[in-house]
């Protein structure tokens, strides 16, 4: 168990923290200072020296750590990164339920589920911790950040556990929407069964051919709009990109879709043309309570 942060949060968000490894005789050289080791641990896009003579990396008793101060094994340091001007999601984020231990929300496209990379202030998490004076709020699923619709999350670290078993044992019926091309010589409905693998640092997940399966997806035509089709999509498996990549391959394509079924290349901070994906309902056994749960995004396609 690591030792408390001695950095109070910042933007609602705890500060990073890094622990050093026990020394390696074979690198006994390697790191003669901590400032070296931070050079060497951390990414280039992170200006270290500027950390350093700002005082902004400290051990567990809040002292800072300084350039020259020699290496020391198995010690803990936090900091806070320095964030980007990120260009603001302006679309609400609707909240459907709130209680005591769930807070269930309508997620527009573009706002990450939680702060990575480059979006940290334009997350549902740093947004709503502030706006709902929830410190603590967590996300207990997985919610892609053109993905629009609904995103559960937890008030308290103590209400975390008994509902993400729930995702964990798919015991959380989900339903999605997507506007997608019609096809005269598909039939639906169909449910698509393979085996999907995305690679780290791949922007697409590949189906691979012959392997167990790990995604299954019912799909079936719901309606048509405007010459195109919207489609409901029941997933039984919740693996990355799945909806994407089997109405892709079904010759269907999401509307949109800026990954599938190529790769274009569209700034992080264009949000012209959101994907015409719906996290649209949810329904679960409440494990708390045992009642009945069921929320509907206020959303609907085309977005």
């Known amino acids: 168990?690591?030792?408390?942060?001695?950095?109070?949060?910042?933007?609602?968000?705890?500060?990073?923290?890094?622990?050093?490894?026990?020394?390696?005789?074979?690198?006994?050289?390697?790191?003669?200072?901590?400032?070296?080791?931070?050079?060497?641990?951390?990414?280039?896009?992170?200006d270290v020296a500027e950390l350093l003579?700002?005082?902004?990396?400290?051990?567990?008793?809040g002292r800072a750590v300084r350039e020259d101060d020699p290496y020391a094994p198995h010690t803990f340091v936090w900091f806070h990164r320095d964030?980007?001007?990120?260009?603001?999601?302006?679309?609400p984020i609707h909240v459907v339920h709130r209680d005591e231990r769930l807070v269930v929300v309508d997620k527009p496209p573009f706002l990450s589920s939680i702060p990575r990379g480059r979006h940290v202030m334009q997350?549902?998490?740093?947004?709503?911790?502030?706006?709902?004076?929830?410190?603590?709020?967590?996300?207990?699923?997985?919610?892609?950040?053109?993905?629009s619709g609904l995103l559960m999350l937890a008030t308290e670290p103590r209400w975390r556990g008994p509902y993400q078993t729930l995702f964990e044992h798919r015991a959380v019926?989900?339903?999605?929407?997507?506007?997608?091309?019609?096809?005269?010589?598909?039939?639906?409905?169909v449910v698509v069964r393979n085996h999907l693998r995305k690679e780290r640092g791949s922007w697409q997940a590949e189906v691979v051919p012959d392997a167990p399966v790990n995604a299954e997806t019912l799909v079936e035509l719901e309606s048509e709009v405007d010459g195109r089709g919207i489609y409901r999509l029941t997933p039984r498996t919740g693996r990355t990109h799945q909806l994407r990549v089997h109405l892709n391959g079904l010759g269907i394509p999401i509307v949109d879709d800026p990954l599938y079924p190529v790769v274009h290349d569209v700034?992080?901070?264009?949000?012209?043309?959101?994907?015409?994906?719906?996290?649209?309902?949810?329904?679960?056994?409440?494990?708390?309570d045992g009642?009945?749960?069921?929320?509907?995004?206020?959303?609907?396609l085309p977005l």
């Open 173 to 189: 019926d989900k339903t999605y929407w997507a506007l997608a091309p019609l096809r005269d010589d598909l039939t639906l409905p």
């Open 267 to 288: 700034d992080v901070d264009d949000f012209s043309r959101p994907l015409q994906l719906l996290a649209g309902e949810v329904a679960f056994t409440d494990p708390v």
């Open 123 to 147: 997350s549902v998490v740093v947004r709503l911790r502030a706006e709902l004076g929830l410190p603590d709020l967590s996300p207990l699923h997985r919610l892609d950040r053109v993905t």
């Open 53 to 61: 003579e700002g005082q902004r990396f400290v051990d567990e008793d």
């Open 291 to 300: 009642s009945a749960r069921r929320f509907r995004s206020v959303r609907r």
């Open 1 to 46: 168990m690591p030792p408390r942060s001695p950095l109070p949060a910042r933007h609602g968000l705890s500060a990073a923290r890094l622990r050093t490894p026990d020394r390696d005789r074979s690198r006994a050289d390697e790191w003669p200072t901590m400032g070296a080791w931070l050079r060497d641990r951390l990414p280039e896009h992170v």
């Open 83 to 91: 964030l980007r001007d990120e260009p603001e999601v302006t679309a």
